[in-house]
Nanobody, 125 residues
Framework: QVQLVESGGGLVQAGGSLRLSCAASGRTFSSLSMGWFRQAPGKEREFVAASTWSGGSTVYADSVKGRFTISRDNVKNLVYLQMNSLQPEDTAVYYC??????????????????WGQGTQVTVSS
């Protein structure tokens, strides 16, 4: 079993930055690919970014490429999402998630087994 807890959300003006954190516990973190998803009101959950278990490979949604960066610390069991140049359309609840161990990170949310409770990010114009 894996427990995931996100933090770092908040209210920021357009053009600003936030860093989200996700703390993992329960299973060997270094065996887990990690992903970030987001869901805005009335919209489906969408993929944002993901990292392999080693952090050696990352993938991003086109909408955040060049603005967001996923990283991880396998000693502290943390995964981060650095978000720069935030825009109002980035407003959503952000979730971290993990697929089963040693699964490659995918963009489809139904391939992820473990989910955090989410953290709200609001970007004002």
């Amino acid at each position: 079993q894996v427990q995931l807890v996100e933090s770092g959300g908040g209210l920021v003006q357009a053009g600003g930055s936030l860093r989200l954190s996700c703390a993992a516990s329960g299973r060997t973190f270094s065996s887990l690919s990690m992903g970030w998803f987001r869901q805005a009101p009335g919209k489906e959950r969408e993929f944002v970014a993901a990292s392999t278990w080693s952090g050696g490979s990352t993938v991003y949604a086109d909408s955040v490429k060049g603005r967001f960066t996923i990283s991880r610390d396998n000693v502290k069991n943390l995964v981060y999402l650095q978000m720069n140049s935030l825009q109002p359309e980035d407003t959503a609840v952000y979730y971290c998630a993990a697929p089963p161990p040693y699964n490659l990170p995918r963009a489809r949310h139904n391939e992820y087994l473990y989910w955090g409770q989410g953290t709200q990010v609001t970007v004002s114009s």
